[in-house]
């Protein structure tokens, strides 16, 4: 089966830290992605992992262990614009498994 | 454009009525995908492209379903006797190959209604 699991909903200030983790089990993985979606919008690319190992963009880092099934999103100096949905997606073959993402808000 | 259109942006319809949903792909992208997501719910996979054709048929809820993509370009999702559980918002990417992990270009989507 496809089973991929993400915290529903987060919370933190203005400034701060927070670390989004996804974990999965799916039958075939071609990398990982990470989505962000605001409310009402489509969603957009933040990054994608196939090796192991942390890829940093900025403020967003995201981090990928193939032997645990695990990935995170590390979000830095957050921002109230960061306040949206963020997906784990599962590239499996051609098919984008996606998670029910995790809602974050961030409060000043 | 430069962007993922699709249309209509709204449409609500009646239960038992079919309906035609519509994506542009970004120019030159050869592959396309159709998403749903329901109220609170994640993305689910419906059908994608690879040119023309539509290798992969699995995710598709029923026989009510169907899409067809012509040219290369333009696709339409279509469903038929259309259900109050099909109301979702309907999303469509593109990217420029699919087996690769190119990234997928996402669409407003369609909110679709039945009443």
């Known amino acids: 089966g496809q089973n991929i699991d993400q915290p529903t909903e987060m919370t933190a200030t203005e400034g701060a830290i927070v670390q989004i983790n996804c974990t999965y089990q799916?039958?075939?993985?071609?990398?990982l992605f990470w989505y962000q979606q605001h409310a009402g919008e489509a969603p957009t690319f933040l990054s994608y992992n196939v090796l192991d190992g942390l890829e940093e963009k900025g403020r967003f880092s995201s981090f990928l262990s193939r032997s645990k099934g695990y990935s995170y999103l590390l979000l830095k100096e957050l921002q109230m614009k960061d306040s949206a949905s963020y997906l784990c997606a599962v590239l499996n073959t051609d098919k984008l498994i996606f998670g029910t993402g995790t809602r974050l808000q961030v409060f000043p | 454009g430069a962007g993922v259109s699709q249309s209509p942006s709204n449409k609500v319809t009646e239960k038992g009525k079919d309906v035609e949903l519509r994506c542009d792909p970004i120019?030159?992208?050869?592959?396309l995908y159709w998403y749903r997501q329901s109220l609170g719910q994640g993305l689910e996979f419906l059908i994608y492209f690879q040119g023309n054709s539509a290798p992969d048929k699995s995710g598709l809820p029923s026989d009510r379903f169907s899409a067809e993509r012509t040219g290369g370009s333009v696709s339409t999702l279509t469903i038929q006797r259309t259900q109050q559980e099909d109301s979702a918002v309907y999303l469509c990417?593109?990217?420029?190959?699919?087996?690769?992990?190119?990234?997928?270009?996402f669409g407003p989507g369609t909110r679709l209604t039945v009443l």
């Open positions: 990417a593109s990217s420029k190959t699919s087996g690769i992990a190119d990234e997928q270009f």
């Open positions: 799916t039958s075939g993985f071609n990398g």
């Open positions: 120019s030159g992208h050869t592959a």
